[in-house]
């Protein structure tokens, strides 16, 4: 491709709105461009990077046995309806009317569309396993758009669906597709973990998140660094390792505390540690309402409440709520005098072996002090409701519990029946008996992985992009195009490069040679070739854009080094 016929609009300056390096970057390089807040176009090289990770994505899921399809993006609402997603995905989901008044939505995942065709298609054993998958567009109505292609309202997603007669034929379809996307993210020049995670909206038990390691992710990864455990923070298990405690019950205290709510000003106001507090929180549960109690130095994770009671859908009861529920203002709820009330109690494990605890009184201004559980109230269920916390230990050795920051790009469930049942999706078995097919599902944020890429390979110059997703793999410099000598050689070996089946980015622009150098280190190519001031000589300089590496060559030892250099990169 000659850069003069090239439509690359960069940027000298850093756009105000971009936050991280990927989006600045990005943005400068004339990759992307946006429309509205959480919209992009991609522009050429933006979108050659888009189709080399989506031909890497196909090809692994051809060679996993996964078969393509493409299914419509708008979706009928009585699909939804149909999974009791409509109400349970939440404000994310783009919802629409045609003009009969009907309800779609723009498909943000399409589990409800691939079960409807397989329920329409396979009615048989004989006809399963399969494996479906696409690469299409995805809507999200994002709450807060941000990071550029990280996280937007439009994207590229490839999701899979698997099908099977068996749990342990599920297993098999999951590790397929763990592999796969093993090799996908490592073609892709990615460093990346897979973790433990929740399933959230998409449901269904045993699933795995691809995690890009970077400072700017958006999760966090409990890590250990003496064996192979990794969790989403969300899904990280603590280990329980209490024991109860010697102190001896007090009689139970009510103590004035005027304009104290929270667990900091609460410490402070009585000199206590946080871990000597109780926090009571309540939730909506579906339509259940549930007073969860943690230790003040810990957070409640809310993704394992909903777990414990397997809700669709959690909230944080509003102040309104409290007072009906609890009799309570916000601020001083607690767990005692709560008999008659319609709201479930359960407590993190740490909390049972609390003694003399401090907690709210269920009244403006007051605590109570010396509270202990099944002395001044019960628990009708305790469990592991808190994220875990560095320096915790490992739940698989023992050892500390570390923390990273990641970018999720890709995310592999085990669906079960969640969706075959409720769908009505059946198949029958060997003997002719009707059972739900076993199903899993698998995605890959596409554009999200490109702008992970990105974020781990840039440098104050620009993009520094592997090989195997780079926009081109040379980029060829004539530093000045009016020299008869430069350009003569520039364009035999532009020739020669095409020939030899090198994608070649040709700089052929009457610019200035700064312009050229900054725009190469911007854009990011894997190896520059640049044709100067001993093209007389037939020597050219190349320049690895990752090392920074540089070296003299004579045209005839060219295509032996590429050879040679460009299969590390």
Known sequence: MRQSSLFLPTLR???????????????????????VSGVYSYLPLGYRVLRKVTQIVREEMDRSGAQEISMPAIQPAELWQETGRWEAYGPELMRLKDRHDRSFVLGPTHEEVVTSIARDGINSYKKLPVNLYQIQTKYRDEVRPRFGVIRSREFIMKDAYSFDTTREGLDRSYQAMYDAYTRIFTRC??????????????????THE???LSDIGEDTIAYCSSCNYAANLEKAEVVYQGQPSEEAAAETERIHTPGVKTIQQLA????????NTVKSLLFKLDQQYVLALIRGDHELNDVKLKNMFDANVISMASEQEVKDILGSPVGFVGPIGLEG???TVVADHAVKDMVNAVTGAGEVDYHLKNVTPGKDFSVQQYGDLRNIKEGDPCPQCGEEIRFARGIEVGHVFKLGTRYSEKMKATFLDEQGKEKPMIMGCYGIGISRTVAAVVEQNHDENGIIWPRSIAPFEIHLIAVNVKNEDQLKLAESLYETLLAAGYEVLYDDRPERAGVKFKDADLVGLPLRITVGAKAAEGVVECKVRKTGESEELSTDQLLDYLKATLSKL
Do not use: N, Y
């Open 210 to 212: 691809f995690m890009a």
């Open 13 to 35: 300056e850093v756009p105000s709105e971009a936050e991280i390096a990927s989006h600045q970057l990005m943005l400068r390089a004339g990759f992307i461009r946006q429309l």
């Open 268 to 275: 402070e106001f009585l000199a206590v540690p946080a871990e």
């Open 341 to 343: 009330k319609k709201v």
């Open 189 to 206: 020049g990615m460093d990346f973990r897979a973790v433990d995670a929740d399933a959230g909206a998409i449901g269904g038990k045993g």
